[in-house]
């Protein structure tokens, strides 16, 4: 008896051991769905390329790049920024340059127009080809709309007699964060 009895409390604690991890199945069941919303940032240049034209007389040069951006910033302390910088200056030689000008003081430079949750760089800004320059700004809590919200850089080139007679090109690469 005392083998059959050792033998029931083993085969007991064993179908105990298995129904304990069973799951139980009914007619519904429930999830807990949990997410983490960062901040985000993202910016589309709408003008793959932006031609500068000039007045008569050597009137500067002027265009505008079109942009779109979405951000989502941290609340209380978060922060964003857009920036340029010109990552490839004029090609070829003989012509506008940001990093030696032929004279000094030719520049290139810009204004910024971005909408709201954005605050607008202040005044006009002169491009570098070593430090990003300011576009725009955002405080804690800034949402743009979903479809994103628009921004625009309005640039201005020194028409120097100097330069040669070419087409110039140069790059400039904009940057979005946000904390």
């Not at 008569?56 to 505008?64: E, H, Q, S, W």
């Not at 201005?156 to 040669?164: E, F, I, R, S």
Request: aromatic residues 8%.
């Amino acid at each position: 008896m005392r083998h059959l009895t050792t033998f029931l409390v083993l085969a007991g604690m064993l179908l105990f051991a298995l129904n304990a991890g069973a799951q139980p199945f009914g007619p519904t069941g429930t999830t807990t769905i949990n997410v983490t919303v960062a901040a985000e940032a993202s910016l589309y240049i709408n003008d793959s390329s932006t031609s500068l034209t000039g007045g008569p007389l050597f009137a500067d040069y002027t265009g505008t790049t079109n942009f779109t951006y979405k951000i989502r910033t941290s609340q209380g302390s978060g922060t964003g920024t857009i920036t340029s910088l010109v990552t490839a200056d004029f090609s070829p030689p003989g012509g506008p340059s940001v990093a030696n000008p032929p004279t000094p003081g030719n520049t290139l430079a810009y204004t910024c127009n971005v909408s709201a949750p954005a605050t607008s760089c202040s005044g006009s800004q002169t491009s570098s080809t070593t430090v990003a320059q300011p576009v725009a700004s955002f405080g804690s809590n800034a949402r743009s709309a979903r479809p994103g919200n628009s921004g625009q850089v309005n640039w201005t080139l020194t028409n120097d007699p100097q330069y040669q007679t070419n087409s110039y090109s140069a790059t400039v690469t904009f940057t979005v964060s946000a904390t």
